[in-house]
T-cell receptor, first 112, second 113 residues
Framework: NAGVTQTPKFQVLKTGQSMTLQCAQD?????MSWYRQDPGMGLRLIHY???????DQGEVPNGYNVSRSTTEDFPLRLLSAAPSQTSVYFC???????????FGEGSRLTVL | AQSVTQPDIHITVSEGASLELRCNYS??????LFWYVQSPGQGLQLLLK??????LVQGIKGFEAEFKRSQSSFNLRKPSVHWSDAAEYFC???????????FGAGTRLAVHP
């Protein structure tokens, strides 16, 4: 039982480069979301999706794009990486009934 | 604005001592409430949750939390801490009918032998 799978686990980028963080879930959850975790700030919501084809912004969406073409996948794109995007990124999914999230193991991104 | 406050950034306790981690939220109505734990280098694991009913909820690893509506609090407790409980603990809330968790800044727990 895979749950929520994120790739890659580690990534180093140079300023201005682009990349995509992949997220897949096998629980048939409607809702998926991306959070970033920074020391002393907890987790902050970047983008979320309530179903295939539907996405919306969270607290800190600038510099990130998302799309949801299937129920299973919810990739996060960094269009032009900046040092301020150095963080640990978590993908999560849930059924939508109660808000209980199931998290991936995280992706640590460093932007030089 | 909706918010979650964890007043204690760091807490250190001795193994075997009791533990209470504080969480206060600011919402117009009672939200769904959660506590998550994160061990170093790991993802987040759900400890317990409150949706409705009995205000004292039991979770995994011997943790419990009490919802107090009058104080807008959802404090996490454990009677006797083990060294393996050293981790970071996050309180989170979501308004009923929504599915966007708002997290507190976290409390890092250290356990002395």
């Amino acid at each position: 039982n895979a749950g929520v799978t994120q790739t890659p686990k580690f990534q180093v980028l140079k300023t201005g480069q682009s990349m995509t963080l992949q997220c897949a879930q096998d629980m048939n959850h409607e809702y998926m979301s991306w959070y970033r975790q920074d020391p002393g700030m907890g987790l902050r919501l970047i983008h979320y999706s309530v179903g295939a084809g539907i996405t919306d912004q969270g607290e800190v969406p600038n510099g990130y794009n998302v799309s949801r073409s299937t129920t299973e996948d919810f990739p996060l794109r960094l269009l032009s990486a900046a040092p301020s995007q150095t963080s640990v990124y978590f993908c999560a999914s849930n059924t939508g009934d109660t808000g209980e999230l199931f998290f991936g193991e995280g992706s640590r991104l460093t932007v030089l | 604005a909706q918010s979650v406050t964890q007043p204690d950034i760091h807490i250190t306790v001795s193994e075997g001592a009791s533990l209470e981690l504080r969480c206060n939220y600011s919402y117009g109505a009672t939200p769904y409430l959660f506590w998550y734990v994160q061990s170093p280098g790991q993802g987040l694991q759900l400890l317990l949750k409150y949706f409705s009913g009995d205000t004292l909820v039991q979770g995994i690893k011997g943790f419990e939390a009490e919802f107090k509506r009058s104080q807008s609090s959802f404090n996490l407790r454990k009677p006797s801490v083990h060294w393996s409980d050293a981790a970071e603990y996050f309180c989170a809330v979501t308004p009923r009918g929504y599915n966007k968790l708002i997290f507190g800044a976290g409390t890092r727990l250290a356990v002395h032998p």
